[in-house]
């Protein structure tokens, strides 16, 4: 996977891991975004390809948050239940819209959704995606107009890399009994709510239950650059 540091700050304690989702470019991050000193430096995470970690960029931190979105909630299973990274994330860890079993008829994406965007992906369902994933015209507009660079079969590929991923059992292996708190999005049209609540529910993981579509840029703002929000969500 590919990773680029959102925040760096000279002499900062703490990291914030954000695992994000499938198709994701810094760009669409980066808003928000400030300069000063801050107490933890942004990690993005992105391109699930390639599922290696080079944990040694964690080393030097005393904390370590954990952000995860969407895809990225798989994702952040995979890597931090790999041998020396357990434990490696000792700080608040939180989930938005996502759930550790990605290709799931009833805790994440229904199998035959998920399979027909991959089979019928192309520059038009692609872009009918990115409206149901941000909800509204307005916000789709948002999304494009911060240069997204990445072509579709780029992301078909990444799309296959995770359903084959999934397919050999994969998430079986994940860290789905870490202290999780989880944000569901009432309106989000890519993972059912109703899914995510059941997953976290047999994870007995607590939930905050928000009006926001898949991808809401307003809320990353605040998760990934105001540090007292994640008490206040």
Partial sequence: MKHVFLRQSEGASGLLLFFSGWGAEPCMFREGATDESAAYDILMLWDYRD????????SGYKEVRVLAWSMGVWAAGQVLSRPGLNGCANGMRLAVNGTPFPIHDRMGIPEAVFDGTLASLSDRTLGKFRRR???????????????LTRSTDELRDELSAIREAVRHGADHDADTSSPFHAVIGSGDLIFPAANQTEAWKGLDVPVSLLDIPHYDISL???LLYKEDSWTNI
């Fill in 51 to 58: 599922m290696s970690f080079d944990a040694r960029i964690l």
């Fill in 220 to 222: 990353f703002q605040r």
């Fill in 133 to 147: 994933m941000c909800g509204s015209t307005q916000a789709l507009e948002q999304l494009l107009s911060c240069g």
